[in-house]
C-alpha cells in the first residue's frame, strides 16, 4: 500500500458520466481519495454519505474528493443519483488503480477466501505525493478525521 511520502502514479480511468479523467487533471487541487468496495452497499453507502455531508467543508478548504471501486460507470451514475454524492466516481473494473495503490488484498469471508478492495483513503497534494493515508478504514466518523487532518498534512 502507499504510505506518506510516496508519490502516487500516474493514472487514466473513467467516471460516474463516462469521461476519461486523468491524475493530472484531478490533482489540479489537493485530493482525498478513497477506494471502497461496492456501490450502495450499507458501508460504502454510510462513507459516501459522509464525505457528502461533509463535502462543503472540503470545498473550503480547497480539497476535491474522488472515489474508486471496481464498479462500472452506470453503476456509480446510479449510486451517485440515488445518495446525492456531489464528487467524481471513478470506475477501475480492471482493479489497476486499486493494484496500484496497493488496496486489492485477501479477505476471508466465512472461511471463503477472495481479493477485495481494503476501504482506504489517501489525502494527495498537488505533486502527487502521499500526505497522509488511512488503511483498513472504519466507516463511523472517517471523514470527519480525513477533515480534521486536512490542515496539518497539507500546510
Known amino acids: 500500500m502507499l504510505e506518506v511520502g510516496d508519490k502516487i502514479p500516474a493514472f487514466t480511468a473513467v467516471d460516474d458520466a463516462g469521461r476519461r479523467r486523468t491524475s493530472k487533471e484531478i490533482l489540479a487541487k489537493p485530493l482525498v481519495l478513497y477506494f471502497y468496495p461496492k456501490d450502495d452497499t450499507p458501508g460504502c453507502t454510510s462513507e459516501a454519505a459522509q464525505f457528502r455531508d461533509e463535502y462543503a467543508k472540503f470545498q473550503r478548504q480547497g480539497v476535491e474528493i474522488v472515489g474508486v471501486s471496481k464498479d462500472g460507470a452506470a453503476s456509480h451514475q ?15 473494473e480492471e482493479k489497476s488503480l486499486i493494484e496500484a495503490f496497493g488496496v486489492l488484498v485477501e479477505k476471508n469471508m466465512y472461511g471463503k477466501k477472495s481479493l477485495g ?3 482506504s483513503t489517501f489525502l494527495i497534494d498537488t505533486k502527487g ?14 471523514a470527519a478525521d480525513v477533515l480534521e487532518t486536512i490542515s496539518t498534512a497539507l500546510r
Open 129 to 142: 505525493v502521499v500526505r497522509a493515508a488511512w488503511p483498513r478504514v472504519k466507516v463511523d466518523g472517517h
Open 78 to 92: 446510479r449510486f451517485k443519483e440515488k445518495y446525492g454524492i456531489p464528487f467524481p466516481l471513478l470506475a477501475d
Open 117 to 119: 478492495v481494503q476501504r
